[in-house]
């Protein structure tokens, strides 16, 4: 996988992922230098990094807006912006490594919901209830 880029005609980041293309007759346990020798050529793709990160958040959503960032963190001290905003609020984020497998790149998700979530009145009202209804009961039946 390459470093990301901007594509042409875009202002979207963008990457490339190759993979070795083998003839039939490679062992599965083959050694680098079997590899080499069965290599028959390469197949490239370019993918829009926030084209895919947008899919796969609108399969995600749900009633609560999630903010995502996706970085590049290869070079730990200036790290690249794949996807979302520099905006630096740390507040419930949740970051987690992303492996598009290629070793000698790292990259992390943050995500955050950009909202607290609502108090859930309903399982507190229904926890509630599963106490003092059988507080009653007792009481009731005690002094029967």
């Not at 003839?23 to 079997?34: C, F, I, M, N, V």
């Not at 009633?63 to 979302?84: E, F, L, P, R």
Request: aromatic share 12%; glycine share 6%.
């Amino acid at each position: 996988m390459t470093s990301p880029f901007k594509l042409l005609k875009s202002t979207h980041l963008g990457v490339v992922l190759t993979f070795d293309v083998y003839g039939s007759k490679l062992p599965p346990d083959a050694t680098p230098e079997q590899r080499v020798i069965a290599t028959v050529g390469y197949l490239g793709a370019s993918y829009d990094v926030p084209s895919l990160v947008d899919k796969l958040l609108h399969q995600l959503s749900s009633k609560q807006t999630i903010v995502v960032n996706v970085y590049d963190t290869t070079n730990a001290s200036a790290h690249i912006t794949m996807y979302g905003t520099d905006v630096v609020d740390t507040s419930l984020l949740h970051v987690s490594g992303l492996d598009f497998g290629d070793p000698l790149r790292k990259h992390e998700l943050h995500c955050k919901f950009k909202q607290m979530a609502p108090f859930p009145w309903t399982a507190f009202n229904a926890s509630v209830g599963v106490f003092v209804i059988p507080c009653f009961l007792g009481i009731y039946f005690m002094q029967q």
